[in-house]
DNA sequence: CCAATAGTGTCTATTAGACATTATATG
DNA sequence: CATATAATGTCTAATAGACACTATTGG
């Protein structure tokens, strides 16, 4: 507390909050390659980067990664150096959607809990877990979250379960797709990380849809090669497919337009 | 904090915040009639609530009501209870939306401020109006926030920035109108409500698509009187027009689809 | 009959949606 | 030549978008 005027200032006999952590739910799509025999798109499951605990309370138990705000950052900073400290990423999309104040959801006494998510390559967190103590840090799919045996600490069942609310919502409206993709991809492996966050997300035409809808349009353009001739890939299949990028244009969606 | 398992914790040595309040961005749509001579749609205009402060800090500049958390409730709770304190109602749409926790923010300390908006209908605030001390509530134009003269108590000005971006995009895409509209209402009204908010928002064949679009139908759905004969309105117009309501079902817009 | 809102007519180009069909290249 | 992905063909009904036009009724 500054000290100028404080003395009419009449807060101070009432209780502070003991601490405001950040406390992230680090999403990542894992990709796993089954089919060996010809080529095939892989396998893709939307997974979440959990902490076991080595503190009271919830010791033993799987987390959320996080931790207390300080006074000198803002809690957006508390939470960028809390994903780094973890993952030791830096640059990926992170974003605060929400806070959890619910009297005594915190046995450490009065916590408001700061929740961000974050989507990161799988690649950069296979480092991650290779460096440390691996059996302290694990992925798992979100179906799997909240079966029997795999309770999780605080509330941070719930926090995981608006987090993928926010991402499925945001993967339909915005362009958060591509944080989950190279930079050049087919639509096909857009189409298939669409339907891993969004389990019923289905759109028989797609890729016509993506080529033509001139409305639409400006969300996606096709790579060209240095020729200026289309540039296609073909390592998921044996047809060549088109590349795409986002353009980075977004169209304002409406429901009165 | 509780007592038990307490000895082996290790929290305590650290600062805590001073205070964790709630703030709330209050808008309403004011209408004002000005033709007298015909019948006529209202002027419309975006307002904010704000509240003269008394107290040191920003002593007798405008800011947003608000008021600190405790802790034996959670944020929303403190939302909820500054919203009927500040303005006597209940039961209306309030949303959290963001945290603002910047270092040097509030002079009286650290403390981390948590930001909702509340959308208000302009007769209930017209009773808070006069029933308290008029001169210390204002109703000011979101257009001229900001201008020399009327600059605003801590961050407030830029809280209420994003709450606008805020309703901009959810007026587009959810049914948040509904809350600035009474039940029944003319496609004119519904139209003039959403450009009040989104000013750069135009639809030439408004009328038109809301009646046909099958698929976006299902948002809205024409009133019918007891006869089951359309029911209509001639408030505002010479010639009577169809009222609507909101069906509360919401089709699932994508960039993809 | 004017003003102000509430619609409808009309036209073309584009899109949606459902399904069938063809294309490509590698093991 | 089977397989897995990548498209295109085809058809109908619906929609978008622009602009002109008609409808209603109190004052």
């Known amino acids: 507390m500054t000290e100028e005027n404080a003395s009419s200032y009449t807060v101070g006999k009432y209780r502070t909050?003991?601490?405001?952590?950040?406390?992230?739910?680090?999403?990542?799509?894992?990709?796993?390659?089954?089919?060996?025999?010809?080529k095939s798109l892989p396998k893709r499951e939307l997974k979440v980067l959990l902490i076991k605990r080595?503190?009271?309370?919830?010791?033993?138990?799987?987390?959320?990664?996080?931790?207390?705000s300080n006074d000198k950052e803002?809690?957006?900073e508390t939470g960028r150096r809390e994903l780094e400290e973890e993952t030791g990423v830096r640059d990926v999309h992170m974003e605060y959607f929400n806070v959890y104040s619910k009297p005594g959801r915190d046995p450490r006494g009065w916590?408001?809990?700061?929740?961000?998510?974050?989507?990161?390559?799988?690649?950069?967190?296979?480092?991650?877990?290779?460096?440390?103590d691996a059996a302290d840090v694990?992925?798992?799919?979100v179906n799997e979250l909240g079966r029997p045996g795999l309770?999780?600490?605080?509330?941070h069942q719930q926090i995981i379960q608006d987090a993928v609310e926010q991402i499925r919502s945001k993967m339909l409206l915005t362009s958060i797709a591509k944080?989950?993709?190279p930079d050049e991809f087919t639509l096909s492996e857009l189409y298939q990380v669409i339907q891993t966050v969004v389990p019923d997300f289905e759109e028989a035409n797609f890729i016509r849809k993506m080529k033509s809808t001139q409305s639409r349009s400006g969300v996606l353009e096709p790579v060209l090669d240095t020729k200026g001739e289309p540039k296609k890939s073909n390592e998921f299949s044996q047809r060549a497919?088109?590349?795409?990028?986002?353009?980075g244009s977004m169209p304002r969606l409406s429901l009165y337009s």
Do not use: C
């Open 17 to 38: 909050p003991d601490g405001a952590p950040a406390d992230i739910v680090i999403f990542t799509i894992t990709a796993e390659h089954t089919n060996r025999t010809t």
């Open 54 to 68: 080595k503190l009271w309370p919830f010791e033993g138990m799987w987390a959320l990664p996080g931790g207390f």
């Open 74 to 76: 803002s809690m957006y």
């Open 111 to 132: 916590i408001i809990s700061h929740a961000f998510f974050a989507l990161v390559h799988e690649d950069f967190l296979a480092q991650r877990k290779a460096a440390d």
């Open 138 to 141: 694990g992925l798992f799919a």
């Open 151 to 155: 309770e999780l600490a605080f509330d």
């Open 179 to 181: 944080e989950f993709l």
């Open 241 to 247: 497919a088109q590349l795409y990028r986002f353009t």
